[in-house]
């Protein structure tokens, strides 16, 4: 039987439902062989996927997924089989995660202004596992307190960009999330390029050091992923995929729902090694 590979997955250490450990489960279900967690702008889901798997036929990635901007448009950065344990890396994803944590208290104060006082940053930062607070967490309250309806309401009517309660996050550029990922032996990989739109750059980001895209992706048409294949053999970069799974706040897909043969991974480590 072909090893396969899921290399997007969310633990609830970042903007995930599922933690580590059940994340290893669904894998192990589903058949997989090897998995990266790649939470959001933190590193704490990875030794305990490492431990639950031991002495399985399941290997664990270090991975992440990084947010960046450039000429006003999001982009984010996965990074792979990088030393995730670095003492500079757990520095500079703290100021990521302080800097998480006060957006969220700008947002709580922008729902204040609009009438809504039952929620507060305590609370937020109290029931979330994550050190990563994000929009997920404060959608997911405004559920709980029937505000809104849906996780998708909350954001449709308060969170999403260009809505009253939202507020710009902080952000890097791709080149220094791509210096930091590769200044820690790793390699940097553009995350689901057909959704973010910024073809136009992955030559500059090829210049920076960019490794590889993310062309496997849930819900994708074979004529897109045929598309960024195309753009992965003319810059030279490996290719990865994944499901990009966040167990119940994503609930269009799962752990395995894109899965890539194992010889990627071999390719990616010799990426890496190379």
């Not at 399985?56 to 990635?61: F, Q, S, T, W």
């Not at 500079?92 to 944590?101: S, Y």
């Not at 849906?150 to 954001?155: G, Y």
């Not at 809505?163 to 689901?192: C, D, N, S, W």
């Amino acid at each position: 039987m072909t090893k396969s590979a899921d290399l997007h997955i969310h633990t609830h250490y970042s903007d995930g439902t599922m933690s580590p450990q059940e994340v290893v489960r669904d894998a192990l279900h589903g058949g997989l062989n090897c998995i990266a967690i790649t939470d959001h702008d933190t590193v704490d889901g990875i030794s305990a996927a490492i431990e639950a798997a031991r002495g399985h036929d399941l290997e664990v990635l270090p991975g992440i997924e990084l947010s960046t901007e450039i000429n006003g448009k999001d982009i984010h950065m996965l990074g792979y089989l990088f030393n995730w344990q670095d003492a500079s890396l757990i520095e500079q994803l703290q100021k990521m995660q302080n800097a998480r944590a006060e957006r969220m208290k700008k947002m709580i104060q922008k729902l204040e202004a609009l009438g809504i006082r039952d929620i507060s940053f305590e609370e937020i930062n109290g029931s979330a596992k994550a050190k990563a607070l994000g929009r997920p967490h404060l959608a997911a309250a405004l559920v709980e307190k029937r505000i809104v309806g849906s996780v998708k309401a909350a954001f449709d009517k308060f969170l999403a960009e260009g809505a009253p309660a939202y507020v710009p996050k902080f952000k890097q550029t791709p080149g220094e999330a791509i210096r930091l990922i590769r200044g820690l032996g790793g390699i940097a990989v553009l995350a689901h390029p057909m959704l973010t739109n910024v073809d136009e750059f992955i030559p500059a980001l090829v210049e920076a050091g960019l490794g590889g895209l993310e062309i496997y992706y849930p819900n994708c048409s074979d004529n897109v992923m045929r598309f960024y294949e195309g753009l992965a053999r003319k810059h030279h970069l490996v290719v990865t995929g994944g499901s990009d799974a966040h167990g119940e706040a994503k609930r269009h897909t799962f752990i395995g729902k894109v899965r890539i043969p194992y010889d990627l991974v071999e390719k990616l480590k010799q990426a890496v090694s190379g």
